[in-house]
């Protein structure tokens, strides 16, 4: 419930997991301080039913920026420019104390109306570089809030500019993944399986179809009986997908949608996955080995620079798309299973770059923003 008399907090998301995770997991944290939040996203989200209450849901227009082709820059310009009407009028009838952006072009009107209107405002960076939207917005806003220590380690210029508005918070959390990092490491040399989970999300889940079940093929008989493999794979791949582990007789279960994916990847031993900003987050805060594959063709390589801190703190494998291969990714699959002791010290790896409060840290930053104690 909203204190009497507090005005809300606007929070811009685009409607994409990786934008929409952390603006509920910072709704939730908010609500815990009688904060109401409202979400401006896109028509991707239109149905979101997260921690925000439907009618505090608003569908702002919005495009993102692809190539130099003259007729799909007019037609985005347009868009971005009616979604800045749209906000400008939407912040008018809110008045909140703070609008903050979660990167992505969708954030770019509700964030410059925000900067127009006199209304203090935010950014959140998931990534481990900084993204387009974000460097754009980041010399107009009050405070930018970051995940990683040198999100502005490529931009000295930018850096120069901003880096005093930047504070370190992480990258909030869903409640159900702080409830899974409570579970143990299952210990799998006490376990008579191995247990493995693949997923990708919209863009990583046919390269996942195509390339796991012709390398779990590849191992050994003796490992291919103790695997239980839960893989996402999208609809016109289910049947293949599923018709390839039951020729092996492999015990798998394959679906398009797991909606209690933080429970399964705290039952997980190992995760293959792509590497975006809320899926390396998870992974740290539950504590799992992953074997990540970043989306090779981003515009900024963020899923690349992601994979590599989690890389560097031991707790992943990162393998580029064009060393995906079944063969490769069976002989990574068998050398973790036939060592259970770099499968923990992995787990611990991850863990150890886990920011488990992050949704709090940025709570109370939006409120200091909100009350005035950051300045541009």
């Known amino acids: 419930m909203q204190a009497p008399g507090r005005a809300p907090v606007l929070v811009a998301a685009g409607g994409t997991g990786g934008h929409l995770f952390p603006a509920e997991a910072l709704a939730a944290a908010l609500a815990q301080r009688s904060v109401a939040v409202h979400l401006a996203t896109d028509r991707r989200a239109a149905r979101y039913s997260g921690a925000i209450s439907e009618d505090a849901i608003h569908v702002i227009a919005s495009a993102t920026l692809r190539g130099r082709n003259p007729l799909a820059v007019a037609r985005t310009a347009s868009?971005?420019?009616?979604?800045?009407?749209?906000?400008?009028?939407?912040?008018?009838?809110l008045k909140p104390a703070a609008v903050i952006g979660f990167g992505g072009y969708p954030t770019l009107p509700p964030v410059l109306a925000a900067s127009w209107r006199g209304v203090p405002s935010l950014i959140h960076d998931a990534n481990a570089v900084i993204g387009r939207a974000?460097?754009?917005?980041?010399?107009?806003?009050?405070?930018?809030?970051?995940?990683?220590?040198?999100l502005?380690?490529?931009?000295?210029?930018?850096?120069?500019?901003?880096?005093?508005?930047?504070?370190?918070?992480?990258?909030?959390?869903r409640p159900a993944v702080v409830a899974a990092a409570s579970i143990p490491y299952p210990d799998l040399a006490a376990s008579d399986r191995l247990r493995l989970l693949i997923f990708g999300g919209s863009q990583g889940a046919r390269v996942m179809a195509k390339i796991v079940p012709p390398a779990i093929r590849r191992l050994d008989?003796?490992?291919?009986?103790?695997?239980?493999?839960?893989?996402?794979?999208?609809?016109?791949?289910?049947?293949?997908?599923?018709?390839?582990?039951?020729?092996?007789?492999?015990?798998a279960e394959v679906a398009p949608f797991f909606g209690d994916l933080p429970?399964?990847?705290?039952?997980?031993?190992?995760?293959?996955?792509?590497?975006?900003?809320?899926?390396?987050?998870?992974?740290a805060a539950i504590g799992r080995p992953a074997i990540l594959v970043p989306l090779p063709h981003a515009l900024d390589q963020d899923q690349f620079a992601n994979?590599?801190?989690?890389?560097?703190?031991?707790?992943?494998i990162r393998m580029v798309q064009e060393r995906f291969?079944?063969?490769?990714?069976?002989?990574?699959?068998?050398?973790?299973?036939?060592?259970?002791?770099?499968?923990?010290?992995?787990a611990a790896g991850a863990r150890s770059v886990a920011r488990l409060d992050a949704a709090d840290r940025l709570a109370d930053l939006v409120l200091k923003v909100a009350a005035g104690g950051a300045n541009k």
């Open 79 to 93: 868009l971005l420019g009616l979604g800045l009407l749209q906000a400008y009028a939407l912040i008018g009838r």
């Open 263 to 283: 429970a399964r990847m705290a039952a997980s031993h190992l995760i293959v996955s792509r590497s975006g900003a809320s899926t390396v987050a998870e992974l």
């Open 307 to 316: 994979a590599g801190v989690l890389e560097r703190a031991g707790g992943a």
């Open 134 to 150: 974000n460097r754009f917005l980041a010399p107009r806003v009050t405070a930018i809030a970051t995940t990683f220590p040198d």
């Open 325 to 346: 291969t079944p063969q490769l990714l069976a002989e990574e699959i068998a050398a973790l299973a036939a060592s259970p002791q770099r499968l923990a010290a992995m």
């Open 152 to 173: 502005f380690g490529s931009e000295p210029v930018l850096a120069a500019k901003v880096a005093a508005k930047a504070t370190l918070t992480g990258n909030p959390v």
């Open 221 to 251: 008989a003796s490992l291919r009986a103790r695997l239980a493999i839960v893989q996402q794979a999208r609809e016109e791949d289910l049947p293949r997908v599923r018709e390839a582990y039951a020729d092996l007789s492999v015990a």
